[in-house]
């Protein structure tokens, strides 16, 4: 990924209409990405800083998971990516 500002999609996810996730499943949600990094460090593909980051802030925020996908989708304005999400992609902000 690019370098961005976490405070910054921050601000953007607060003021989104959203179910947050309860304490627990914020927890367990947590684990899950727990392994899912150290799944990609095995692999050989860390996440840099910036994208523990962004992954700890979608979490500190409950942030569902598939939420949080479209959310990574729009910041690398993906074709897939969910064009309403008042989210700006990091091409966009350079």
Request: proline share 7%; net charge negative; charged share 30%.
């Amino acid at each position: 990924m690019a370098d961005f500002d976490v405070e910054a999609i921050r601000a953007q996810i607060r003021q989104m209409d959203f179910v947050r996730g309860t304490p627990e499943e914020a927890d367990m949600w947590r684990e899950d990405d727990a392994d899912s990094r150290a799944n990609l460090a095995i692999e050989g593909m860390a996440l840099e800083t910036d994208e523990h980051a962004l992954f700890d802030m979608l979490r500190d925020e409950a942030v569902p998971p598939p939420l949080a996908t479209q959310i990574l989708l729009r910041l690398l304005d993906h074709p897939d990516a969910d064009r309403s999400l008042p989210i700006t992609p990091i091409a966009a902000v350079r």
